[in-house]
């Protein structure tokens, strides 16, 4: 969920100038047939939008269609799993979130591992966290709430999407971090957990900026911090963790590509390269914006570097929390 500033859309430069004979044998052998890009989540969600977006802007941009193809249900695992059984050609594609590791963090049995059986093409977008508290909650910045928190252990009760889920696992990260006892309350998706927030049944929520924004700007819930290492475009008046408590503190969800293990090297860049162009675009990136994310394009070695830190770090926070799937 954190997203390093060395991987950003400088890095494309990088990946464009490397490989270049591979990167030229893929552009004269590679899409002859449609691609299929799975998307593990059902229609009509932001990461479903997204995907379809650059789904349409790669039929463009390559010689050959890109098909958006749904395939929701069992916290992302059913669609994740068929790609990583699927051939290794570059035709068949996974739209990722963070619950390509959370998953292989969580359950013992997942179905499949975020590194062994995938091959990385790149990490399209990162959506830091904000958290939020309600109305009635007596703290009116991040510092006070930790404070109050603080002197009230196991009294404090926070929302989620779902056990193990990102909007859980990064509220009890920062929990960790600055030392707060407070007790979960996971719900059945993050809409039913905001409408208990801003009711003031539970106390605070950390989700994305573009599922809150509406709720911030109506002044329903309080924005107490945002986690990211920069203040976000879309809440500007909203201070970091960062700035305000705890140095280098990064949260967020985040959304990518990966390709069958063992797809060869040349298709991952070729893809890479297109997909980078995509993020380059005013469009894409005003699209962006105005959901809080940060658009990011790294290499395939940079993303694959970036699950397996990933992996290991959400790992760590469920093991010391004792999160089990429910």
């Known amino acids: 969920m954190t997203n390093r500033s060395g991987v950003a859309l400088a890095s494309i430069a990088f990946a464009l100038g490397t490989g270049m004979q591979g990167h030229a044998a893929a552009q004269t052998q590679y899409p002859e047939k449609p691609i299929r890009l799975i998307i593990p989540f059902p229609p009509g969600a932001s990461t479903d939008s997204l995907a379809r977006l650059m789904a349409r802007a790669l039929s463009e941009q390559l010689p050959g269609t890109v098909i958006a193809d749904n ?10 799993e068929m790609v990583a059984r699927a051939s290794p ?3 068949t594609l996974l739209f990722n979130t963070s619950s390509l590791v959370l998953n292989v963090a969580l359950f013992a049995k997942p179905g499949y591992h975020a590194v062994r059986d995938f091959a ?20 009116k910045d991040i510092r006070e709430f930790v404070a109050i928190a603080k002197r009230r252990p196991g009294e404090v009760l926070y929302g989620s999407a779902g056990v193990g889920n990102g909007t859980h696992l990064g ?5 960790d971090v600055v030392g707060i006892k407070a007790v979960h309350v996971p719900y059945k998706g993050g809409a039913l957990a905001v409408i208990d927030v801003v009711g003031g049944r539970v106390f605070f929520y950390a989700g994305s900026v573009s599922a809150l924004l509406p709720f911030i700007r109506e002044k329903r819930l309080k924005a107490l911090a945002v986690a990211s290492l920069q203040r976000m475009p879309a809440i500007q008046d909203v201070p970091t963790v960062h700035e305000t408590l ?6 967020s969800l985040w959304q990518g590509i990966v390709a069958p293990a063992g797809t060869p090297a040349a298709i991952l860049r070729r893809l890479q390269g ?3 162009r995509f993020l380059r675009a005013p469009a894409t990136l005003e699209r962006l914006a105005l959901e809080g994310a940060i658009a990011v394009g790294s290499t395939p070695e940079q993303y694959g570097g970036y699950i397996k830190s990933e992996l290991e770090r959400w790992g760590k926070v469920i093991a010391s929390a004792g999160i089990r799937p429910e």
């Open 89 to 91: 050609d570059g035709y």
């Open 120 to 139: 990385p093409v790149t990490q399209v977008a990162s959506l830091p966290l904000v958290y939020v508290a309600s109305n009635s909650f007596p703290a």
């Open 246 to 251: 705890v140095p280098n503190f990064e949260a």
């Open 171 to 175: 509220a009890q990260l920062f929990f």
């Open 71 to 80: 395939q929701p249900g069992a916290n992302a695992k059913i669609g994740t």
């Open 274 to 276: 297109e997909v980078a």
